[in-house]
């Protein structure tokens, strides 16, 4: 977040003490909402055990990225995530990637406030452009990515390449698998470094399993 203020500015000074209101009123809401366990405070103590570490996460990201830029110098490539659950991986991988590159997003939902994919797939935000590549948090079922692949192959593309940071192949109901992937993880609800449950925990440093009781209600 960045504050720009000019010397003597009172619109200025309103401004940051308004923001500052606005933030101190929406941590009373979140702090008092009645659900303790999403609190900032426990949310490692609802991770039942760490699946991938930090330093793996960022060694997975490094590989992927090395074999990419092998597997595409010379052509043209547009590297598309997925959101919201790619933000943290993508921006790793673009980052270790030594190719130029066009970046994009687009959204698509199907587990709402669930922890199983629903099968109704919503494209929230489309791209404009053709792609080469689209980056993935999770292949689970496989559901929402046989959806965006086959959208996205009628506009015929020169090619599409699907990289995922997880691949859960116990879950596979669509025929559909990735051209990268960076580790296998086994049936169970994982969140953390952009993988979330009902939008909390995406901003843990690593890959957990969530413990049943967080939403086993």
Do not use: W
């Not at 009172?10 to 209101?21: G, N, P, S």
């Not at 101190?24 to 699946?51: A, C, P, W």
């Amino acid at each position: 977040m960045f504050f720009y203020k000019k010397r003597g500015s009172k619109r200025a000074i309103r401004f940051t003490t308004a923001l500052i209101f606005t933030l101190q009123v929406f941590k009373r809401v979140l702090y008092s909402n009645g659900n303790e366990k999403q609190r900032g405070i426990t949310m490692h103590q609802d991770v039942e055990k760490i699946l991938v570490t930090e330093e793996e996460l960022n060694a997975i990201a490094h590989r992927l990225a090395k074999q990419i830029t092998k597997d595409y110098e010379g052509k043209k490539l547009l590297l598309v995530g997925v959101l919201k659950g790619s933000i943290y991986f993508f921006t790793d991988l673009t980052r270790y990637i030594d190719l130029p590159c066009n970046i994009d997003f687009i959204q698509a939902s199907s587990y709402g406030a669930g922890t199983v994919s629903s099968g109704n797939i919503q494209i929230i935000k489309d791209i404009a452009d053709d792609l080469t590549g689209f980056v993935e948090d999770i292949l689970d079922t496989g559901n929402t990515l046989k959806y965006i692949h086959d959208m996205l192959s009628k506009r015929n593309p020169e090619s599409i390449g699907v990289v995922t940071l997880l691949d859960k192949p116990a879950r596979r109901t669509a025929d559909i698998k990735a051209d990268y992937v960076g580790v296998d993880v086994p049936d169970a609800f994982v969140v953390g470094y952009g993988l979330d449950y009902n939008q909390y925990y995406r901003n843990l440093p690593y890959i957990g399993v969530l413990k049943k009781s967080i939403y086993e209600k």
